[in-house]
């Protein structure tokens, strides 16, 4: 194994079975192993869960290290360019016979290929570059049903996305749907478990159920943090450490700033935010961890809670539509700060 | 040379600031299996200094011979080739790029560069690293389509190439990036680190120090160390030997903000939002970034403002820098928030005293 290889690549499953968790997608996949009869198959759900691994896996199992070339197409957002060169790519690809089932060095060896469209919900079409940002692309999908059915008989798709309701319903009802969940608290402290004891790291309770719960399911991030922080850290690691390499915001500085919208006072609030952006956290971080602390918040009515989450809710999308850091977070702590002493939301001198 | 770069720290033992991150780096980089990197953290903290100084942890001093050079790519879009063109820095092990330059074609960029980079893999003689660094600046300003299409770049070509990485804004980046790389925060240096960094470089250049002089250049900064600095040569050229009183020079730009900032509070009318349209020109005329422009303008009026209405105006200052996101003419959006200072402001006056 290569010494240079990340974690992340190093403990990925070979085998469909080693995928943990994703019980029924596995159930139909051991059986395309016996019978190597395999329906085209749509594997949705989010970043971390599996999909890609299990998608490289079934095809390495069913045709071997020799024949994966010659059968395996692996398509994925960057290669895409676009629908004439995906269905070019395709039809090369599909285009060479494969002749009968024929088992080779132990391997199975179906009579078809298999095309694994990663990434399958940012497909755009190149051409009209303005609309990539908003429009994944409706006619690359559209153009794939056809050489979908076209091939249909020397051919398996798989498509890999995040987002299912991207995923026009034509392709979509062609395929076997597999949702792939976040994976639950046990089973991540089980696998993270496993790496500590292959690369002699020791991680107490505390540090386990927190890389569990920073990680939300998603078992690429906690190996890359774990990763990260025995790299750091050395092999003895903590919950401090983990947090720190995570990217969440620590809990006092979450405080500090809530105690801020507590006082009432703006320029004092307006100084904690600065302090904030100034120390380099995320704001959308920030976003998430006050939301936390709100719902929670004693002291709140219901009202008052559902008028910050609102806000929360606005400033993330103007974050995602690239909006400053600064002014959404100041406009938040602001609004929060109204809400807290029951300060009516409408403005007085807005005309 | 100027200061900022005659004192930027060359190797990780040398940092002045950051000294717990740079001890850090240096044992992550001894690791062949260091992880992709993400740095990111406020303007003039510190990160490209460190980035160096990591390349240079892991190359030597191989690291420091870079040629700039103006490449184009030409690339297969589907139905045309496009000609791409971009300023790359590189050295035997790593290349830099800003591919957010290209615009739109962001993405062909990356995906050029990255397997080009896994096609030629370096066979090093002594057989050391196996692989090659891309640096790639700027990348909250990466579009969308450009982040989504390294996940799995990253992903397959990570025995050959890491990326590192490196941003102001990490709300911009995708969660699937940001859960892909280690995330190394680089805070602002906070006032007395900015200090320390000073009295370093006064040392250095053999210069008398009155008391309180550093000090006060390291107050206007807003912990941002580039400035201090660059304010501190300033300093030099237009007074030596310093003395205790001599003024700290403000940045041109600020001083007109702060005049506009005036302009309306003094007058709200049609008239007087046509001059300050013209003022606002020029600092976009000369390249101060819009959003600089608005957040400042609100900085000045907070000053100004009575506590009622400072949450007001920061709500709409948010809105419109939001909308200037969208929209293409950032003065549009500067003017509109401009205009809806005065019409509140005005409201504010007549119902306060009539
Ligand atoms: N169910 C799982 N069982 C075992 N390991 C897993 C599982 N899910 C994820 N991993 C680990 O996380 C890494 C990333 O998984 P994978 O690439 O399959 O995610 P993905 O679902 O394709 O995510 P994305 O949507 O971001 O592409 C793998 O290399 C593996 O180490
Ligand atoms: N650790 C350090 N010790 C001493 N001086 C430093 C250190 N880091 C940065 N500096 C000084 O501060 C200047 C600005 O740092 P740098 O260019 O690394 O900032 P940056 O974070 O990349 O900023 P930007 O986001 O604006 O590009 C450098 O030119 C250098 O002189
Ligand atoms: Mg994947
Ligand atoms: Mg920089």
Known sequence: ?351 | MLWVDKYRPKTLDHVTVHTDIAHNLKKLVKEQDCPHLLFYGPSGSGKKTLIMAVLRQMFGSGAEKVKVENRTWKVDAGSRSLDIELTTLSSTNHIEISPSDAGFQDRYVVQEVIKEMAKNRPIDTKGKKGFKVLVLNDVDKLSREAQHSLRRTMEKYSAYCRLILCCNSSSRVTEAIRSRCLNVRINAPSEEQILDVLELIGKKEGLQLPPGFAARIAEKSNRNLRRAILTFETCRVQQYPFTSKQTIPPMDWEEHISEIASDIMKEQSPKRLFQVRGKLYDLLINCIPPEMVLKRLLHELLRKLDAELKHEVCHWAAYYEHRMRLGQKAIFHIEAFVAKFMSIYKSFLIATFG
Not at chain 1, 212 to 223: P, W
Not at chain 1, 307 to 332: F, H, M, N, T
């Open chain 1, 1 to 351: 194994m290569q010494s240079s290889q990340q974690w992340v690549e190093k403990y990925r499953p070979r085998q469909v079975k080693d995928v943990a968790y994703q019980e029924e997608v596995i159930r139909v996949l051991t059986n395309t192993l016996e019978t190597g009869s395999c329906p085209h198959m749509l594997f949705y759900g989010p970043p971390g869960t599996g999909k890609t691994t299990t998608a490289l896996a079934i095809a390495r199992q069913l045709f071997g290290p020799e024949l994966y070339k010659s059968r395996v197409l692996e398509l994925n957002a960057s290669d895409d360019r676009g629908i004439n060169v995906v269905r070019t790519k395709i039809k090369d690809f599909a285009a060479v016979a494969v002749g009968t089932s024929k088992r080779k060095n132990g391997y199975l060896c179906p009579p078809f290929k298999i095309i694994v469209l990663d990434e399958a919900d940012s497909m755009t079409e190149d051409a009209q570059a303005l609309f990539a940002f908003t429009q994944p692309s409706i006619a690359v999908q559209n153009a794939l049903r056809r050489t979908m059915e076209t091939y249909s008989k020397v051919t398996r798709f798989f498509f890999i996305c995040n987002y299912v309701s991207r995923i026009i319903e034509p392709l979509a009802s062609r395929c076997a749907k597999f949702r792939f969940k976040p994976l639950s608290e046990v089973i991540m402290s089980s696998r993270i478990l496993y790496i500590c004891k292959e690369e002699g790291l020791y991680l107490d309770t505390a540090a386990l159920s927190t890389l569990s719960s920073i990680s939300h399911g998603d078992l690429r991030r906690a190996i890359t943090y774990l990763q990260s922080a025995a790299r750091l850290f050395g092999s003895s690691i903590s919950s401090e450490n983990l947090i720190s390499v995570s990217g969440v915001v620590p809990e006092k500085v979450v405080e500090a700033v809530l105690q801020a919208c507590r006082s009432g006072n703006f320029d004092f609030a307006n100084k904690e935010v600065n302090n904030f952006i100034a120390e380099g956290y995320p704001a959308s971080q920030m976003l998430t961890q006050l939301f936390e602390a709100i719902v929670e918040e004693n002291d709140l009515s219901d009202e008052q809670k559902a008028r910050i989450s609102k806000k929360l809710g606005e400033a993330d999308k103007c974050l995602v539509d690239g909006a400053d850091e600064y002014l959404q977070l100041l406009a938040v702590v602001s609004n929060t700060m109204k809400a807290f002493s029951n300060i009516p939301e409408e403005f007085a001198y807005e005309c």
